[in-house]
């Protein structure tokens, strides 16, 4: 597989809870707009669990690969290997990053921090990526941390942080490339595209945001 940072330009995060309507028609849709990878995050209130989650993230993942797309799992490793996924994204409060590479092999971890002491250790466990978050405040995740703003993304990079690395919490289509500017390889959302009226064309706009600022970089 190429260099992951070559994936994270628009990384949609979604689950059936995110969703307005069906699951398999937003992410048809995002793919159709340009997404470079997608993570399946089934959490929250009225969340599937159990077989219901399996067979909606069978569904997804074969989308995903019928269009190349990674398909990441959140904190389910066991789904992970089961579904034979890209990867696995873990938070601070998920399973250890260092257990789950060891159960991983070589698949893509993913691992969200919030400063630079975790971003450290999470590369010491073996991420293959950073998801530094929330950048802005977001309704999206219940218990996010409070918004740490693009300025932590160069204190990040200022201080030796080099791996790839994508931006998430409250990111829209108007902040999308201050945040590549920053420093970011790529932008992670759930609502700007779940939540949008054209996912397609609010999808294709994010991705040209994108696209153009790290020209720029
Ligand atoms: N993780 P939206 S913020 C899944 O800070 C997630 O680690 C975050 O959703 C973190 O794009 C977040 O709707 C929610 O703000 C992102």
Do not use: W
Request: aromatic fraction near 6%.
């Amino acid at each position: 597989m190429s260099d992951v940072r070559d994936f994270l330009s628009l990384y949609f995060v979604m689950g059936s809870v995110d969703c307005k309507k069906d699951p398999l028609d937003v992410l048809d849709e995002a793919i159709q707009g340009g997404i470079t990878i997608f993570q399946f995050r089934e959490k929250g209130k009225g969340a599937l669990t159990g077989l219901e989650k399996y067979r909606l993230a069978e569904k997804l993942f074969e989308r995903c690969r019928l269009h190349h797309i990674p398909f990441i799992v959140n904190d389910d490793v066991d789904l992970a290997l089961s579904l034979e996924a890209d990867g696995v994204h873990v938070g601070q409060e998920d399973e250890a990053a260092k257990r789950v590479r060891d159960k991983i092999g070589n698949k893509i971890l993913g691992v969200s921090v919030h400063n630079l002491k975790e971003a450290q250790a999470a590369l010491a466990d073996g991420a293959d990526y950073l998801g530094l978050g929330p950048i802005f405040p977001t309704k999206s995740k219940e218990d996010a941390k409070a918004a740490c703003g693009i300025e932590m993304i160069q204190y990040l990079r200022e201080n030796k942080i080099d791996a790839p690395l994508v931006a998430i919490g409250g990111i829209t289509e108007q902040t999308a490339a201050d945040v590549i500017r920053a420093g970011a390889d790529g932008i992670a959302v759930i609502s700007e595209i779940c939540h949008a009226d054209h996912i397609t064309e609010k999808t294709k706009r994010l991705y040209a945001h994108v696209i153009h600022a790290k020209h720029q970089n």
